[in-house]
T-cell receptor, first 116, second 113 residues
């Protein structure tokens, strides 16, 4: 079975600073994908970034980058130059083939608050 | 940019009533999902749908729930005889393949009173 662990229930960061949101995972799959989603207070789920398990380079999308350490089974999200609009819940998720299941599995989320 | 669309954005229903939540997935996507999120809690998988049939479902997805793709675009979740504990945000999502990221709709907030 797949498991996603986000150990930080809440994080605070000063505007314009960088912040790292932790995510570790557990899977027996050889091939899998890792994702981060943002959920602002309005409730929608916004896809941010994707990392494939066989991708050699860390994924980047604008101010978002994914620090993928396969041996440590971690996929931390780095947000550079935080903005007030980054305040939201952030969910790490993964999908692979586990017992024939391709279903994306989500962590419990980390609440990020950006201070001015 | 194509997006997943859900209607209504908010639904209030009386306990025991049936509700239908509607979703229009992204047009070239093949995999469809329903998730729910009870306020402040984790995102829980309900069901996935591929090739016009349920491919997987969770323990939550019992006989109270059903999904349909009545035409080429809509994807619906029906909840029969709603209970107070069904109050949650319900998300529809779609993906082009099983490997890709799932794109979520904006959610339907269901309140059972």
């Amino acid at each position: 079975a797949q498991k996603i662990t986000q150990t930080q229930p809440g994080m605070f960061v000063q505007e314009k600073e960088a912040v790292t949101l932790d995510c570790t995972y557990d899977t027996s799959d050889q091939s899998y994908g890792l994702f981060w989603y943002k959920q602002p207070s309005s409730g929608e789920m916004i896809f941010l970034i994707y990392q494939g398990s066989y991708d050699e380079q860390n994924a980047t999308e604008g101010r978002y980058s994914l620090n993928f350490q396969k041996a440590r089974k971690s996929a931390n999200l780095v947000i550079s130059a935080s903005q007030l609009g980054d305040s939201a819940m952030y969910f790490c998720a993964m999908r692979g083939v586990s017992g024939g299941s391709y279903i994306p599995t989500f962590g419990r989320g980390t609440s990020l608050i950006v201070h001015p | 940019e194509p997006e997943v669309t859900q209607t209504p954005s908010h639904q209030v229903t009386q306990m025991g009533q049936e509700v239908i939540l509607r979703c229009v997935p992204i047009s070239n996507h093949l995999y469809f999902y329903w998730y729910r999120q009870i306020l402040g809690q984790k995102v829980e998988f309900l069901v996935s749908f591929y090739n016009n049939e349920i491919s997987e479902k969770s323990e939550i997805f019992d006989d109270q729930f059903s999904v349909e793709r009545p035409d080429g675009s809509n994807f619906t979740l029906k909840i029969r005889s709603t209970k107070l504990e069904d109050s949650a945000m319900y998300f529809c999502a779609s993906s082009p393949t099983y490997e890709n990221e799932a794109f979520f709709g904006q959610g339907t907030r269901l309140t059972v009173v």
